[in-house]
């Protein structure tokens, strides 16, 4: 939420420096991936930004993939 109000009050730099710090707290956070993205697109930093785009949809994917497996595992288990 931080770096939200950072970025919204156009302080790029300590915005970038709070999402950077987040991921190194917790690389799985994919709101951070996501919001670090934007940012590095807004700065032109295209290369950077992908690779932080790439990052939320493969973690986008995975929960989704969980939660979409029990109801798989059920489907199989009641067609005949």
Do not use: C, I
């Not at 709070?18 to 697109?41: G, I, P, T, V």
């Not at 995975?62 to 489907?75: C, E, G």
């Amino acid at each position: 939420d931080f770096a939200v109000a950072l970025g919204k009050a156009r302080q790029f730099e300590q915005a970038q420096s709070q999402l950077e710090a987040a991921l190194r707290a917790d690389a799985k956070f994919s709101a951070a991936h996501e919001l670090l993205a934007n940012l590095l697109m807004a700065k032109n930093q295209t290369a950077a930004a992908l690779t932080h785009y790439r990052a939320w949809v493969a973690l986008f994917a995975s929960r989704l993939d969980d939660r979409l497996r029990p109801l798989a595992t059920r489907r199989a288990a009641t067609t005949p």
